[in-house]
């Protein structure tokens, strides 16, 4: 499907998005698609084969850069994911809204959820902080070198746990007394929208996290679906093998026409 993609959108100070449409009259809704890079690294530019995918499918997509540590640091990417919600509502179009990420964007996407009761899709998203920190205390943080720009996301953390570089990015993008306010979990609601959470058993980011916030949104009466993979892959890794659970779940939540 030819789409519309203009670059390089500002919606707040200092920061810009990328915008995907259809050249169709009617959208199926609206996506925002949140890179990756552990709070510290990646950029738009990184998702624009999620927003050509999903494109293809009749969504509106939207892809945000935000402030990265270590010049920023928590709450800034959320603060910013808030100022892109507000932009939305005053310049595009009245669709509804779902939001996709890994990793660290997984993390983003679900802050979204349950701040705006969005409907969101995370892969293997960064969310068992809090808990982690506390059973881990003896990993020391360890820094490894930045991806290099033109690496892929699906081949970037691949081979399964690395607690200190875990630990390492974790640290490097919040204080240790903020540790519980930074886990999604320690914040469900009833008005928390729906969420799809897909996790390697094996991979970079623990299994736990997906335990967890599931267990938290099934308790607040949110639907929960999680999908647990075999072996490590991490994120975009394994997106191709999950595509068709993430249409599913969209057609479910979002599809204008299915709200009707």
Known sequence: MTATIKLDIQYTTGLT??????????????????HGGGWFQGDKAKDADVANWLVGQGYLVIVPNYRLAPEYHFPAPLQDMNALYEWLQQHAPQLPIAAIGAS?????????????????????????????????????????????????????????????FYKWFISNYLAADQAVAA???????????????VNSMAEFVPMSGVARLSQCLIRSGVPAETIALAGSRHGKGYLDEVKANILLFLQRYLDRDQAK
Not at 117 to 122: E, T
């Open 183 to 197: 886990t999604p979990y320690q914040h469900v609601s009833s008005a928390s929208g729906p969420m799809l959470l």
């Open 104 to 164: 660290a964007g997984g993390n983003l996407a679900v802050e979204l959820g349950l701040n705006y009761g969005l409907p969101v899709i995370s892969l293997s998203g960064i969310l068992d902080i809090a808990h982690w920190l506390t059973t881990h205390p003896a990993v020391v943080a360890k820094q490894k070198s930045a991806a290099d720009t033109t690496t892929a996301s699906a081949a970037i953390n691949q081979s399964g746990a690395n607690e200190s």
């Open 17 to 34: 998005l990328d915008w995907y449409q259809p050249q169709q009259e009617q959208l199926k809704g609206l996506i925002i698609a949140i």
